[in-house]
Structure formats: structure tokens, C-alpha cells
């Protein structure tokens, strides 16, 4: 498999839930993000890491948790969510820090109920 | 307060014709544009970029023009065909933002048969 995969691709969940999301990338990049779409917004950046370690964290409430065991997979844990959370979250990987071109995964629509 | 904006929620095209997607942003530091394409389902998927070096670049039938005193740029397709129609994003990034894209909130192009 190429490119950039996430699973589950459809989510529900309850507030009181604890979920993860994962994403996996077989491009061989070192960079890997985590977004958040909401309906009517513009994408927003959420997490990045490089070489495994975060190097942002674009103030995001602690329901949200990522992880990033090696390179090429990314999670996201998600606890105590709020029906606001629900929103179209996309895994993005890119060769570096320092290269602009991001490749993205499908995503994963989740509803939060 | 956004700094990419795409002021045409939607576009309508003829097959054939030239489709002409615009894109404003307001902060001068950033010195890389993408355009990204999306079909509903899937994630966003990088299409052509210009360096702040560059007026144009071509690939293909698709053309980015980079106004750089408007702080403008558009996306020429010409010309369109009907597999085009997807939603369109603008992003733009700086070095100094240690690379993190800032997008719009898309364009829906149709291209009618």
C-alpha cells in the first residue's frame, strides 16, 4: 500500500468515549501533522512532529493526544470530546520540516454525540 | 483573523473553457504558495506550487500566477474538463513559521459536461 492511510474512515462516538485514530504513511517522510476541518473552516493545524518528536502543538485542548512511536504511523487519542470536536481529522506527512509539499490521508470523519 | 482567504466559495465552468480560481492573503512574510484539490471522501491532494521567487509556473493544464505587490495569486486550468470539479485550497507558508501551511477555505469548482 502507497501514500498516506488513516483508520477507522468513520467514527462515532460518545463524550464519555475513548477512541484513537491512527495514520500510516509509506513515503519514507520523517514530518507527519494531524489537521482538523470543520465544516465552513479553512483546515487547522493541530500537531506536528518530526523524526518522532513534537515540535507543535497548536494549542489544542488535552482531549486530544497524540502519539508518534517511529516515522511512519501518527495517532491521535481522543477522550472526553465535545460535540464541537466532531469535524473531518486529516493525518498529512511531508520529507522534512523544510519541505513545504504535504501529502495527505483520507481522514476520518468523526461524530461526536 | 484569516491570512488565506478564497472569496469564491464556488466556481461554474463549461467544459473546455479556462477555470480561474483566486486566492488573496495578507501576511507579506510568506514566500511559498500550494494549491491542494480535494474530491469529497478523500484527502486533499497537492496539485502545483510557486516559490515568491516566481510570477508562474506551469504543469501541465494547470498554471499558478503569484502577484506578489496584490498579494494575489490564481490557479489558471485550461483547459477544464469535467474530472476537475473538486474542491480547490490555497495554502500559503514562510520559513520563518518554521513551514506550517496556512489554507484557505476552498473553492468548489464544477466543470459541466
Known amino acids: 500500500e502507497t501514500g498516506v492511510t488513516q483508520t477507522p474512515r468513520h467514527l462515532v462516538m460518545g463524550m464519555t468515549n475513548k477512541k484513537s485514530l491512527k495514520c500510516e504513511q509509506h513515503?519514507?517522510?520523517?514530518?507527519m501533522y494531524w489537521y482538523k476541518q470543520s465544516a465552513k473552516k479553512p483546515l487547522e493545524l493541530m500537531f506536528v512532529?518530526?523524526?518522532?518528536?513534537?515540535?507543535e502543538n497548536n494549542s489544542v485542548p488535552s482531549r486530544f493526544s497524540p502519539e508518534c512511536p517511529n516515522s511512519s504511523h501518527l495517532f491521535l487519542h481522543l477522550h472526553t470530546l465535545q460535540p464541537e470536536d466532531s469535524a473531518l481529522y486529516l493525518c498529512?506527512?511531508?520529507?522534512?520540516?523544510?519541505?513545504?509539499?504535504?501529502?495527505f490521508g483520507p481522514g476520518t470523519r468523526l461524530t461526536v454525540t | 483573523d484569516q491570512q488565506v482567504k478564497q472569496n469564491s466559495p464556488s466556481l461554474s465552468v463549461q467544459e473546455g473553457r479556462i477555470s480561474i480560481l483566486n486566492c488573496d492573503y495578507t501576511?507579506?512574510?510568506?514566500?511559498?504558495f500550494l494549491w491542494y484539490k480535494k474530491y469529497p471522501a478523500e484527502g486533499p491532494t497537492f496539485l502545483i506550487s510557486?516559490?515568491?521567487?516566481?510570477d508562474k509556473n506551469e504543469d501541465g493544464r494547470f498554471t499558478v500566477f503569484l502577484n506578489k505587490s496584490a498579494k494575489h495569486l490564481s490557479l489558471h486550468i485550461v483547459p477544464s474538463q469535467p474530472g476537475d470539479s473538486a474542491v480547490y485550497f490555497c495554502?500559503?507558508?514562510?520559513?520563518?513559521?518554521?513551514?506550517?501551511?496556512?489554507f484557505g477555505k476552498g473553492t468548489l469548482l464544477t466543470v459541466n459536461p
Open positions: 495554502a500559503a507558508a514562510y520559513g520563518g513559521s518554521n513551514y506550517k501551511l496556512t
Open positions: 501576511n507579506s512574510m510568506f514566500d511559498y
Open positions: 510557486i516559490s515568491s521567487i516566481k
Open positions: 512532529y518530526n523524526f518522532k518528536e513534537q515540535t
Open positions: 513515503l519514507g517522510h520523517n514530518a
Open positions: 498529512a506527512s511531508s520529507l522534512g520540516l523544510r519541505r513545504y509539499e504535504q501529502y
